[in-house]
């Protein structure tokens, strides 16, 4: 049965969300409080598939190094100090998901849900002349010391066992796996299965997809309000009138809790924010995508640029810019790749986002129990991308009353209820 959906966010969670549906044959209508030229978080992203990140967020030992972290400005993580009930909530909770038995029931779930997407990339790019620029030659966790080198070996131990390829290469050996850029390094963690692409392509090719199965795009559009009835949700309100609908599906981003509060749902969410810098015309260009893992931050080739990504900063809904975060990441740069500096990065306007976080590191994906019609499809933190395709087609299978082709209940939106 043909169905009238209304999509609320237009990210490429929100997008792939409105292809799947409209492919069953619903009626679909995108609404975001942006303009069709906007600069969220889907679009100066690391743009990586990453089949290798099958820890969530919330494990053994990150409030302990978020801890040491937070006394250093320019480090990879840092929270805003603030009196705020959320933030002291979310932190409670982030503490107490932050264990090894979390990490056990959440990493096959997180492995089959990157593969499946991976595989959904592949499909895409296929069908459609790669035009978002795939490539999928995998990832190098470059490590710039022997005790980095040695933790990720453990790492690469236990992502073999759960059926994540992993291979541990000295720096002769990474040197001779990329080649096109020169590296500082005691060697590295190779994940084959990992693959990167240009994010900024991507979401155009789900906005035009969309178009052609006829989905309706309402840009600069805010939500006011949403009306209920009878356990249900009968409209959404916004600045420019009223949209009646059968389903209702929340990708906001990290702004869903602004929404989900105005309907009695708990739904905590901090939004990370995160820093990219990329260079149009590099020194050097590699040919695979990597992680800093000491420094925690992202390196992705796109074409014949070349982006630099990092930082998990929780201000807030705060979409400022502050420099000393971006300075982190140039200084960064050149202790792994020495050919750089920082006045490779002059005039280089660097680019936000906030990626929506929840406090054991899950998504929320799936309906509530307090409204029928509403499908949640948020918190994916820096996994957005990576996850979309896949968090797409289920929510597709959710409202065309279908089995989902994964067990959701530790993505259960009422988890925190």
Not at 259 to 265: F, K, M, Q, S, V
Not at 285 to 300: D, G, H, K, N, Y
Request: hydrophobic residues 40%; aromatic residues 8%.
């Amino acid at each position: 049965m043909s169905k009238n959906i209304v999509i609320i966010g237009a990210g490429a969670i929100g997008l792939s969300c409105a292809v799947q549906c409209a492919r069953k044959g619903h009626r679909v209508t995108v609404i975001e409080r942006n303009g069709a030229a906007r600069d969220g978080c889907s679009f100066g992203n690391a743009g990586m598939i990453v089949p290798s990140h099958f820890v969530p967020l919330a494990a053994p030992g990150m409030v302990k190094l978020g801890l040491k972290w937070m006394l250093n400005p320019e480090s990879p993580f840092y929270i805003k100090p603030r009196f705020d009930r959320d933030l002291f909530d979310w932190s409670f909770k982030f503490w107490k998901a932050a264990n090894a038995e979390h990490v056990r029931q959440c990493s096959p779930l997180l492995r089959d849900l990157s593969f499946a997407s991976r595989a959904m990339f592949e499909e895409l790019a296929e069908q459609n002349g790669n035009e978002f620029g795939l490539v999928t030659r995998g990832l190098l966790m470059l490590c710039k010391t022997q005790h980095g080198l040695d933790d990720e070996a453990t790492f690469a131990a236990q992502a073999d066992a759960l059926g994540v390829p992993a291979e541990v290469l000295d720096a002769k050996q990474v040197a001779k796996l990329d080649p096109g850029v020169t590296m500082d390094v005691a060697g590295a963690v190779y994940f084959p299965k990992d693959a990167h692409f240009t994010p900024d392509r991507y979401v155009e090719l789900l906005q035009q997809q969309a178009k052609k199965f006829g989905v309706i795009f309402k840009w600069n559009t805010e939500v006011t309000g949403l009306e209920t009835r009878g356990g249900k949700i009968s409209a959404v309100e916004t600045l420019h009138g009223e949209l009646s609908a059968d389903e209702i599906i929340l990708c906001g981003g990290s702004w869903s809790p602004v929404i989900a509060r105005e309907l009695g749902l708990k739904i905590p969410i901090q939004a990370g924010k995160g820093y990219s810098l990329t260079l149009p015309q590099p020194r050097e260009l590699p040919q695979l995508c990597s992680i800093f893992t000491e420094a925690r931050m992202a390196v992705t080739p796109m074409g014949t640029s070349l982006r630099f990504g990092g930082t998990m900063e929780i201000s807030g809904l705060n979409e400022d810019i502050n420099p000393v975060r971006v300075q982190g990441i140039i200084k960064s740069v050149a202790k792994y790749f020495p050919k750089f500096s920082a006045a490779d990065f002059e005039n280089i306007q660097p680019w936000r986002g906030l990626r929506p976080c929840s406090p054991d590191g899950m998504p929320y994906l799936g309906r509530t129990a307090k409204f029928s019609n509403l499908v949640l499809a948020t918190g994916h933190a820096m996994m957005g991308m990576s996850l979309s395709p896949i968090t797409g087609k289920i929510v597709g299978e959710i409202v065309s009353g279908e089995p989902t082709s994964f067990d959701l209940r530790l993505l259960a939106p009422d988890r925190f209820a």
